[in-house]
């Protein structure tokens, strides 16, 4: 019995080249617009201020960042699903969003436990504080729990969606022809993704970029195991829950 044929790729090898470029690109600009909408809505002086003013001032406001986040997952998973459609592709298909295995994804908690043991055990040993830019947030947030949802909830779908979902599959499928490794396009689509994808955390040093290298591989390896994108989102939402559940028990 011969194998069914692949499908073709979405996107030719410059139009994956292109848009992770432009994914990338578009990520940034969507902050910078969330940051500028939410902080003409809730910056007290937003109506005399400059675009400047608006941006220096709402980046270290809690809930400007907080409605900035919410603003910039509306607009890049718009985008996303645009795009996918222009090309002819179905969106969930595209991006996995279908059940996992409850016992793969138990398995997959384990590791990310002991990835998240072994990285608090480090950071500790270092003396590293990873969350510090989180402090001028905290303190001018106008409600702790607009910033959790922001940042525990939001965020890691929108970013499991770009980088796990749409990059991960536009790369991954270069690679789907006879003539490449079976494996070849996961293994690349999962080290270019992840690196992109710690590198744009701005906030952070040369340590937590680092780690933040590992724990990406490890949201890939959860998508490429279970087949689906829904896994390597609830396991962000864990880890980034655990990380903020740390950081208020330490400040309250």
């Not at 996918?84 to 138990?106: D, E, H």
Request: net charge positive.
């Amino acid at each position: 019995m011969t194998k069914a044929a692949k499908p073709a790729p979405l996107f030719s090898r410059l139009g994956a080249l292109l848009l992770v470029i432009g994914m990338v690109v578009t990520f940034f600009i969507s902050q910078l617009i969330g940051v500028y909408i939410a902080g003409k809505l809730v910056l007290p002086a937003a109506k005399n201020a400059t675009m400047g003013d608006i941006f220096f001032f709402g980046s270290n406001d809690g809930t400007v960042v907080s409605l900035s986040i919410i603003i910039g997952c509306v607009l890049l998973v718009a985008i996303s699903v645009l795009l996918i459609r222009v090309r002819g592709g179905n969106v969930k298909q595209y991006l996995a969003l279908k059940p996992f295995s409850w016992t793969l994804g138990i398995g997959m908690l384990g590791l990310l436990l002991i990835f998240m043991i072994g990285s608090q055990a480090l950071t500790y040993l270092l003396d590293k504080s990873p969350l510090v830019f989180v402090d001028p947030l905290y303190q001018s947030v106008s409600s702790v729990w607009i910033l959790i949802f922001a940042m525990v909830i939001v965020a890691p779908i929108y970013e499991e969606l770009i980088f796990r979902g749409l990059l991960w599959s536009a790369i991954a499928e270069q690679f789907s022809d006879a003539t490449y490794a079976e494996h070849r396009g996961v293994i690349v689509a999962s080290l270019v993704t992840s690196l992109i994808f710690a590198v744009i955390h701005l906030q952070y040093g040369i340590y937590e970029i680092s780690t933040i290298v590992v724990l990406a591989l490890i949201f890939c390896y959860a998508r490429i195991k279970s087949g689906s994108l829904v896994l390597p989102m609830l396991l962000h939402i864990i880890n980034n829950g655990a990380a903020m559940w740390q950081y208020l028990a330490q400040v309250t």
